[in-house]
C-alpha cells in the first residue's frame, strides 16, 4: 500500500543518517556497547510489532514501530558518539537531520503539487521521475552541501567534460 511504502521510505531516511554515525562509533573502539545497546533497541522491532498486530492494528503499523526503534537508535547512536568523539548533538541536528526533514518536506510538498498535474500514466510517471531527480538534486546541491562539497562537483563535472567532451 501507498502508506506502508511512505513509512519504509521513512525508515530509511533515518537509518541513512545513522550509518556514518556507526562508522564513527567503530573508529572509537566502543564497537561492543554500542553493539550491545543497538543491538537490543532493534531486537525490540519483532516482539513490539507483534503485539501492535495482535491487538488489530493494521499491517502499516507494524512501521510505526520500526520508526520509532529506528529514532531511539539514532539518538542512543548520537550519545555514544558524543561521548566518543566529543561531537556535538546540536551540530548533528543542524546539519544532518534538519537539513534532510526540511529536504523531504519541501520536496514532498513540491513534487505532489507537480504529480497533481498530470494525469496518470507512464509518460507522466516518467515526466515526473525526471522532475523530481531535478528538484530534488537541485534542493540538495543548493541547500545542503557546503561551499567545498559544491566546488568539488564543480570541478569533478568540469574535468569530465573536458577529458571526454561527447562521451565517446
Not at 36 to 52: H, K
Amino acid at each position: 500500500t501507498p502508506e506502508f511504502l511512505r513509512l519504509t521510505l521513512f525508515v530509511i531516511l533515518i537509518d541513512s543518517m545513522t550509518n556514518p554515525m556507526s562508522v564513527a562509533i567503530q573508529a572509537t573502539g566502543k564497537v561492543r556497547d554500542f553493539s550491545l545497546i543497538v543491538g537490543a533497541i532493534l531486537s525490540l522491532d519483532l516482539p513490539v510489532a507483534y503485539l501492535v498486530l495482535k491487538s488489530g492494528g493494521m499491517p502499516y503499523t507494524v512501521m510505526y514501530v520500526s520508526i520509532l526503534t529506528s529514532a531511539i537508535c539514532l539518538f542512543v547512536r548520537l550519545m555514544i558518539m558524543k561521548r566518543g568523539i566529543s561531537y556535538s548533538a546540536r551540530r548533528f541536528f543542524v546539519d544532518v537531520f534538519l537539513k534532510n526533514i526540511l529536504l523531504t518536506g519541501l520536496s514532498l510538498a513540491v513534487l505532489s503539487s507537480v504529480k497533481r498535474q498530470f494525469p496518470d500514466s507512464i509518460p507522466s510517471l516518467l515526466l515526473v521521475s525526471l522532475i523530481s531527480i531535478a528538484f530534488v538534486g537541485t534542493a540538495i546541491y543548493a541547500g545542503c552541501l557546503t561551499r567545498g562539497e559544491r566546488m568539488f562537483i564543480r570541478e569533478k563535472i568540469a574535468e569530465k567534460i573536458v577529458r571526454n567532451p561527447f562521451g565517446n
